[in-house]
């Protein structure tokens, strides 16, 4: 008796309910029953395949598109050894050539212990796929964010060790107020800024003003001195590295570039980097995207890119030591930074923002510095700008018994005031020496942001008409 004469009306009744589709097979894998929710799900009408070869229709193909034969369908082949199958993983074609996943059993039908067919059935579980593909893509965004925290909390704690917190830009002198426009300028922008300035002129201060002034201020600005590692090491810091990189790499770490996700990279003596690592730092620049040490994954990143260095990097370039290329994408906005002698006029406001620091640091109650600690203040050159101030008041401090420093220690090799040797001098010979000594410090250039003018705070005609005056000129003569 043929399978199909084994639905008798009542079960027909309730195959006809069910939600999940059903197939009837005989023994030549032709189609006998086809019930509604099967036609609902694969759009084949039963009279379309009634009588016909349905794996031909709906399982043709795999998911990926390559060729299904017949004789390696578990419908197929419960039908030549009468052995119950179920498939969890698997697609249904739709007569209109699409498809979808399936979860189906394949189960003998006996009579009078004789094989006469199988009957499938199936169901779609397209919503229980993209609920987990969900589910697993969540977890995996979950990780990801646990690690990033956990290496962003890591770095950050080790940054708070040695940083006080305050990103305050102490003074109101012409130069200052000029940089702090162009830090508002530039600072919501994503350009790339290029800090420049001597050693101990608070460039990494700058650099952190930038980023709490930009809309990346809630996400993190990391900071990596070029200087600080070796070419080899410094690769794997900014880059990162996977387990077994290299000796000593037992596990995976990120590097700067993905703890500055979203946020702000600094990198402190850019000019300290190697032409491999330019070449690499080029590349990310470019793409905003990189590879760990070790690893094929190219991994995306959106970063602001905030470069520093005491170094003339165009100097640098000409002599094959960096990148011209690499400047030219660093060099997008350059601020430079002035050195403390081009604003001794900031030295109160200076004095006062870093006492106030060390009152917190020492657990000490300074008020000031006396009238005659604070000329033998501005009275000095500063070869190590503000860091070197601050190193002078760390010292006054501690050693002082009272809340008012007095300064006795100032280098006298450095100290301006005049001597035996040296003459009084005019207010206009005083100008004069100051401003030939600024253009020599940056190679007579008069105009532009690394120029006198922009140090000294005044526009490049008014310098230029000074110069004339005070009768000074360029020595020696090159082009400017």
Not at 427 to 452: C, D, F, M, V, Y
């Amino acid at each position: 008796m043929p399978l199909d004469k084994h639905f008798l009306p009542e079960n027909q009744l309730l195959l006809n309910a069910v939600g999940e589709g059903i197939y009837g097979f005989d023994l030549n894998g032709n189609a006998v029953f086809i019930n509604p929710a099967a036609e609902r799900m694969t759009g084949w009408k039963n009279e379309e395949l009634l009588g016909k070869n349905i794996h031909n229709c709906h399982h043709h193909s795999h998911a990926d598109g390559s060729h299904y034969p017949q004789e390696d369908c578990p419908i197929y082949n419960t039908l030549k050894d009468g052995i119950a199958r179920e498939i969890t993983h698997d697609v249904f074609w739709r007569k209109d050539g699409s498809s979808f996943p399936v979860h189906y059993s394949s189960t003998p039908v006996y009579r009078d212990n004789k094989l006469i067919g199988v009957v499938a059935i199936f169901r779609d579980i397209s919503i229980q796929k993209q609920t987990e593909q969900s589910l697993r893509q969540a977890l995996a965004q979950v990780q990801a964010l646990s690690e990033q925290l956990a290496s962003e909390n890591h770095y950050l704690q080790a940054e708070l060790a040695d940083k006080t917190g305050d990103v305050d830009i102490s003074g109101s002198s012409a130069v200052i107020r000029h940089m702090i426009q162009q830090l508002h300028m530039v600072a919501n922008t994503d350009s790339t800024v290029l800090i420049c300035g001597e050693n101990g002129t608070g460039k990494e201060l700058v650099a952190r003003n930038l980023h709490q002034l930009s809309r990346r201020k809630d996400k993190p600005m990391i900071s990596v001195n070029c200087a600080a590692f070796s070419a080899s090491l410094l690769e794997s810091e900014l880059f990162g590295h996977e387990k077994g990189a290299f000796t000593g790499a037992t596990q995976q770490r990120k590097g700067r570039f993905e703890l500055a996700h979203q946020g702000t990279l600094f990198l402190d003596e850019v000019a300290e980097l190697s032409l491999e690592a330019q070449s690499k730092l080029l590349r990310v620049i470019q793409e905003q995207s990189f590879e760990r040490l070790g690893g094929s994954e190219t991994i995306k990143v959106d970063i602001r890119l905030v470069a520093a260095s005491h170094h003339d990097l165009l100097k640098r370039v000409e002599q094959g030591l960096f990148r011209m290329d690499l400047y030219y994408r660093l060099n997008v906005f350059p601020i430079q930074v002035p050195p403390l002698r081009a604003r001794l006029e900031d030295m109160p406001e200076l004095v006062s923002h870093i006492l106030h620091s060390l009152n917190r640091k020492l657990g000490k109650k300074l008020r000031g510095v006396s009238q005659k600690g604070l000329q033998k203040l501005m009275a000095y050159s500063w070869p190590g700008n503000v860091r070197e101030l601050q190193n002078i008041l760390e010292r006054e401090a501690i050693l002082s018994q009272t809340d008012i420093l007095q300064i006795h220690a100032m280098p006298t090799h450095h100290l301006q005031t005049q001597t035996a040797a040296s003459p009084l001098q005019t207010l206009a010979e005083a100008e004069a020496q100051h401003i030939e000594q600024t253009l020599k410090q940056l190679n007579w250039r008069i105009s532009g942001p690394n120029g006198a003018a922009n140090v000294l705070g005044v526009p490049p005609s008014t310098l230029r008409s000074r110069m004339k005056k005070l009768g000074i000129t360029r020595q020696p003569p090159a082009e400017e």
